[in-house]
């Protein structure tokens, strides 16, 4: 397949990677591998995932966040990334956004948390301008109070990746396998998970979404539309919990 080009030449060149359905896990070596081995900035855009799984950051501990006999009964899938950040449910309501880039290409944000989200969210106010009451609350993307993107960030010497998975939309029932965190934002209010989210899709559809993510990054970047790498050999650390594992931290915690 060809390339297309988007956007102002004399930017930095960005690769846009955009997926459909492709399982969350793949995705998060992917990402690693790219950020790790690659010297080239990436956007990486995967429309929901294939079926539900929670992700954690790369210190969360099980026992604290999700609840393990209906995860284990269920037989939901709880992987560990390579990343910071929260836990989240994700599915194929939820749409994926990951930024990967040399930090001398985007050389107005300091390579650190705060300046980096504060750069994202500047991307992403051009996206809901217009739309809805849409701020950066702490580490999340709101509209008015209420969450609907969950943010991660891995910063490595010359090289940096801001992720976030986007609640398009969202199953009730999920929610149920989540804990309410020890360490919450202060805007949530100690609210349970179905006060304290929304869906994207009151306000916009998929296609509208990353449509306009990708024009926004046009304003950054110039942007070249470009397949999945394959093949990667590298050794990702994100990785499947496996059942004993997720016994064990219930354990501990008693």
Not at 64 to 83: A, G, N, S, W, Y
Not at 113 to 122: A, K, Q, T
Not at 191 to 196: I, K, M, Q, T
Request: aromatic share 10%; proline share 6%; glycine share 6%.
């Amino acid at each position: 397949m060809g390339t297309r080009k988007i956007g102002n030449v004399g930017l930095p060149l960005m690769n846009i990677i955009k997926m459909k359905g492709v399982p969350i896990l793949h995705q998060l070596h992917m990402e690693e591998c790219l950020l790790r081995t690659s010297s080239d900035n990436w956007c990486i855009i995967n429309d929901g995932t294939d079926k539900p799984n929670i992700v954690m950051g790369i210190s969360g501990k099980p026992s604290e966040l999700v609840e393990i006999t209906p995860v284990i009964q269920d037989k939901i899938p709880v992987i560990r990334r390579f990343t910071g950040g929260g836990t989240v449910i994700v599915d194929d309501g939820t749409i994926f956004v990951s930024f990967i880039c040399n930090k001398d290409d985007v050389p107005h944000v300091q390579p650190y948390p705060r300046p980096i989200m504060s750069w994202s969210s500047l991307l992403y106010s051009k996206v809901f301008h217009g739309v809805a009451d849409f701020k950066l609350r702490e580490n999340d993307y709101v509209f008015g109070v209420r969450k609907f993107g969950g943010n991660a960030q891995s910063i490595t010497k010359n090289r940096w990746i801001h992720h976030t998975s986007f609640l398009w939309d969202y199953k009730t029932h999920n929610m149920s396998y989540l804990k309410l965190p020890k360490r919450a934002p202060e805007y949530r209010l100690a609210r349970d998970h179905l006060d304290f989210i929304c869906p994207i899709k009151d306000y916009l559809s998929r296609s509208d979404f990353i449509s306009k993510t990708i024009d926004a990054s046009a304003t950054y970047f110039s942007l070249t539309s470009t397949q999945p790498p394959i093949n990667l050999e590298f050794n990702p650390t994100s990785k499947l919990l496996t059942r004993v594992e997720l016994e064990a931290s219930a354990i501990k915690s008693l």
